[in-house]
Each structure stands twice: as structure tokens, then as C-alpha cells.
């Protein structure tokens, strides 16, 4: 590990752990607009985040260590996710940081303890939101790994850095086994980012949540971290699609220029992508549980296509 | 005259394919018949822009004409007659289904493709010129077996029709980058898929009704409306007089 590299962690965690909020704010807002509503501010998530780090903690009193931990290791976690998929600045390829079943694999251990959360405390939301998220996990992780199997498959690596290196100095504007996988890829942004039709992150509805039901018990510094890692969450997932589809601005240059512009670039793209992600929620209702896997039969076809393209074509 | 070269922009071109290819998918999965029509509408637009474009890289003046055929007929003329045999018939989703439900058939068309792609490796791999003539016709065919899928999975008779429609859009692809449909052939096709969208016209309002049955129904919708149309002429008559 280099100095460049470390440059790079600094860089691309601070980049990610200032936007992330931002995204959150501007999906509410077109959302908002969309439904003839004026929404909140759009900085909204940044005040909300700012106010929880103030307020103290409550914990019941049948929770364990695994409440009071959670919420360290997603957010750890989730940092450690955002080395693998550069946002602005790619860097010289190391060690498999960038790995592809690693990002995974963390992904999966962070929504793991989320999980374990939302049993801990004994309560009936937190028990069916845990519940609801490992029975749609269950179904969506094998498309997902098809998903990322695919992209591993057109790109010919298994490494983020690489895969976004190749992209960035690619001549040809579209390519098609990409287009194809942008859509099992979007699919799973949905999916992961508990949004709109898998789950409403609007509503306290117990009928309906997932993902507010298992950090219904946090509060506090524990629930800003949850908030927090959540939108890191689903920052990382754009920044897959925005890097793998788009890629105009990314650069491998450590210039203060070329990071500038970079920055300016994802920050604008992802915009975009969260924009059309408040168009699409808006513009659909919420699918009825046991419908999910139409949605994700959806995805796994795709993805299959692209792999057959690459052998086939 | 078609297969004469690999055009110029075949990345746009393959592009084009796959989301014709996208739109096949859609039609096949998707079960409100509005979405159903604009993804056929979308389907026919991007097939003519596909033949523009290979017009533009090998000048053959036909392309261009059943460029002009497909954006008339199956983007303006078909589906606006479809739409409003919808509004007639006032049915909005399509939920009925034999045999194979869209995530069923959606499972079965990832086979298909693969059968496709399996069957024309050794066949296209000496015949065409470029790759971008092989996922054309792979594209082409498949988009047939979407359609057919459709039309025996799909229980109502006006998306039986839209499963038609696609299998003749999979005969133009395949057309377009493989093997040349006289031009003559291809007008023929488009007064078929009228008479097909005419034929769906009167199945959809009474094909579970005896001849009687239909008249009325047929009546019903019909007659209110011509009806109202004289009252309003005899209406302005009287008022001119």
C-alpha cells in the first residue's frame, strides 16, 4: 500500500460520506414534486443526521451487545465497501481491494447484523422487518451474483478498479452487453436501497416496512450511523451503474484539476440516476410481497442475456 | 443488398438491437395493455431507426421505404387502432393466462434464446458477413419466439394480437439483417396484421358470445355513439334552418 492508494481511501471516503445524504435528500425532493408535493429542503438529511449525533441513546431492556454493535460495523463496514468502487479517482489496481465477490460478501455481512438488530430487542416490527429483508435476500443475492457475474464476464476482470479503468478509456460509446446489464443493475439498486416497489422507505407502516422496521429500535448517534450507512449504501450501488454506463469524467490522474472534475462529474451523473430513481418511485406502486420475483426474474434474465451475448456474440 | 458489409456505427446499431431485444422482454412480462401497446409502439420505432441507420451505411433505397412502412403502419396506424378497440372494450390489465405465466415465460425465452444462439452458431457462423448480421438474426428469431410465446400464453384476444405484431417485427429484424423480404412481401405482411388488428376488433368485443349476443354487444357500442352523432347534425341542421 502506497501513499497514492492511501490518498485515494482518504479522497474517496470523504467524497462518499459527504454525497451519500445529498442523494437522499434529492430522491425525497423529485419524489416530492413528482407527487405534487414541495418535499423537504434539500439538505434536509444533513440537519436530520446532525440532530440524531446530538440526542442520546436509548436501548430496551432485552437487547444485547449486538444492538449497541450494529451499528459501528455497518458503518465500518460500508467504508470498507466504498474502497472497492471508486467514485471520481481510480487508483493503480491493489490487492484485490477492488474485488468484486469481496464487496459483496461485506455488503452481505453488514445487512447481516442489520438483521441480527432487528431480532434483538424482541420487539414484532423489528422481528418481521428482519424476516421480510432475509426472505427477499434469499431470492435477490443469487441474481445479484449473477448480476456482478455478468459484469465480470463483459469486462473481463473481477476487479472494480480495473472494470471502471477499462471504461474510462473505452472508444466505443454503448456497449450493448453493458446496456443489458445496466438493467439487472438498476434492478438491484431498487432491491438493496429498499425503495419503491420492493419496499417504501416513506412509510411506518408495519404491513409494509422493511427496512424502517428493523432500525425502528435505534436512536440517536446508532440511528444516524444506520441512516448514514445506508445512504453509503446506496451510493455505492449508483456509483457501480453511473461508472460501468457512464463513465465520462472518471480519471486515474492524481491531479487536483482532474479529481475536481471528476468529483463534479459523479456528483452530477448521480444526480441524474437519483432523479430518474424518484421518477420510477413515484411512478410505480408498491408490488405485493409474493410478486417480488417477477421483478427479479426480470434482472436474472438480463443478466443471463449479457452472459450469452459475451460467449455467443 | 442488405448483407453487404458491416455498416458504419455498428455499435449504435447493437445497441438499437438490444433494446429491441428490451422491449421484447417488456412485452412479454408486463400485464396492463396500455404499456403493452407503447412497448409495441417503441419496439416498430426502433426497428425503423435500425433500418434507417443501415440505410445510411449501405445507400439501399428499400430500407429506406420499409422505414417509412413500419413508422406509418406499426408505430402511428396499428397501434392507434388498438388503443381504441382498448377504450371500447374497457379492459386495462391483461391477467389471464394458459399454461406459462409471464415470469414463467420470461424463464422459457432464456432457454429459447440460448436454443437460438446454440442452433445458428454453426449455420451463421459461415453465412453472414459480421457479427453485427449474426445478432440480428439471433435478435430477429428470438423476438419471433417472444411473440409466438405470447400468443398461446396470453388468454385475451387483443394481446394475442400484440404477441402477432412482435412475431412479425422478429420476421422484419430477422429480415433486415439476414435474408431480403421482397419489398411486395413486406406490404402484404402489413395488410395481414390490419386485417389481423380488424379481425381483433370483433373477437375482443364477442368472441365468448353467441352471433345474437354479439350484435348486441357489438350494437352497444356502437350505436349510442352514432346516435349521439345525429342528434348533434340534426341538432346544427335545425339551427342553420
Not at chain 1, 139 to 153: G, H, N, Q, R, Y
Not at chain 1, 247 to 264: D, N, Q, Y
Request: neutral net charge; proline residues 4%; hydrophobic residues 55%.
Amino acid at each position: 500500500m502506497n501513499a497514492s492508494f492511501l490518498l485515494y481511501a482518504l479522497l474517496n471516503t470523504v467524497l462518499v460520506v459527504l454525497l451519500s445524504p445529498f442523494y437522499m435528500g434529492l430522491i425525497k425532493i423529485v419524489k416530492a414534486r413528482a407527487q405534487g408535493r414541495r418535499g423537504p429542503p434539500l439538505l434536509q438529511p444533513y440537519y436530520n443526521l446532525s440532530k440524531l449525533l446530538k440526542k442520546e441513546r436509548i436501548y430496551s431492556k432485552n437487547t444485547s451487545a449486538i444492538m449497541r454493535a450494529t451499528p459501528y460495523i455497518n458503518i465500518a463496514v460500508m467504508l470498507v465497501a466504498s474502497l472497492c468502487i471508486p467514485l471520481a479517482l481510480i487508483p493503480t489496481p491493489t490487492d484485490g481491494i477492488g474485488n468484486v465477490i469481496l464487496f459483496l460478501y461485506m455488503l452481505a455481512l453488514a445487512k447481516f447484523f442489520m438483521a441480527l438488530s432487528g431480532l434483538d430487542a424482541g420487539g414484532t416490527f423489528g422481528g418481521m422487518g428482519s424476516s421480510r429483508e432475509m426472505s427477499i435476500s434469499a431470492i435477490i443475492e443469487p441474481i445479484t451474483i449473477i448480476a456482478f457475474a455478468a459484469l465480470s464476464f463483459s469486462l473481463h476482470t473481477t476487479d472494480f478498479h480495473q472494470m471502471f479503468l477499462e471504461r474510462a478509456g473505452a472508444t466505443a460509446f454503448l456497449n450493448p452487453g453493458l446496456l443489458l446489464i445496466a438493467i439487472p443493475l438498476f434492478i438491484v439498486l431498487i432491491v438493496e436501497t429498499s425503495r419503491v416497489p420492493v419496499d417504501n422507505p416513506e412509510t411506518h407502516l408495519e404491513l409494509t416496512m422493511v427496512h424502517e422496521a428493523m432500525v425502528l429500535e435505534y436512536s440517536g448517534r446508532d440511528l444516524a450511523l444506520m441512516e448514514l450507512s445506508h445512504a453509503i449504501k446506496q451510493t455505492l450501488y449508483m456509483a457501480v451503474l453511473i461508472n460501468i454506463l457512464l463513465p465520462w469524467g472518471l480519471t486515474s490522474e492524481l491531479t487536483v484539476a482532474g479529481i475536481l472534475i471528476a468529483a463534479a462529474a459523479f456528483a452530477l451523473k448521480a444526480g441524474l440516476l437519483s432523479f430518474v430513481t424518484g421518477l420510477v418511485e413515484s411512478s410505480m406502486a408498491k408490488m405485493r410481497f409474493f410478486n417480488l420475483p417477477s421483478l427479479f426474474m426480470i434482472a436474472f434474465f438480463f443478466s443471463i442475456l449479457t452472459i450469452w451475448l459475451e460467449v455467443f456474440g | 443488398m442488405i448483407a453487404s458489409g458491416l455498416p458504419a456505427g455498428g455499435d449504435w446499431i447493437e445497441a438499437l438491437l438490444v433494446m429491441v431485444l428490451v422491449t421484447g422482454a417488456f412485452v412479454v412480462t408486463r400485464k396492463d395493455l396500455l404499456s403493452l401497446v407503447s412497448a409495441y409502439q417503441l419496439q416498430s420505432l426502433l426497428l425503423s431507426v435500425i433500418a434507417v441507420s443501415l440505410y445510411l451505411s449501405n445507400g439501399s433505397e428499400m430500407l429506406l421505404y420499409l422505414a417509412v412502412l413500419t413508422v406509418t403502419s406499426k408505430v402511428i396506424l396499428i397501434p392507434y387502432a388498438i388503443k381504441k378497440i382498448q377504450k371500447e372494450i374497457k379492459i386495462s390489465r391483461d391477467i389471464d393466462f394458459h399454461y406459462l405465466s409471464p415470469m414463467e415465460s420470461i424463464t422459457a425465452m432464456i432457454f429459447l434464446i440460448l436454443l437460438v444462439y446454440g442452433s445458428f452458431t454453426k449455420i451463421l457462423r459461415e453465412l453472414s458477413p459480421g457479427d453485427l448480421f449474426y445478432l440480428g438474426a439471433v435478435f430477429g428469431i428470438s423476438l419471433t419466439l417472444m411473440g409466438m410465446l405470447i400468443t398461446f400464453s396470453r388468454k385475451k384476444v387483443i394481446t394475442k394480437v400484440i404477441g402477432y405484431l412482435t412475431m412479425e417485427n422478429g420476421v422484419l429484424l430477422f429480415s433486415l439483417f439476414l435474408t431480403e423480404l421482397p419489398f411486395m412481401i413486406e406490404v402484404l405482411v402489413m395488410i395481414d396484421l390490419f386485417m389481423i388488428v380488424l379481425l381483433a376488433a370483433i373477437l375482443s368485443i364477442g368472441v365468448d358470445s353467441s352471433v345474437e349476443e354479439f350484435r348486441e354487444k357489438f350494437n352497444a357500442i356502437h350505436i349510442p355513439r352514432l346516435q349521439k352523432r345525429f342528434e348533434h347534425l340534426r341538432k346544427r341542421n335545425g339551427e342553420e334552418a
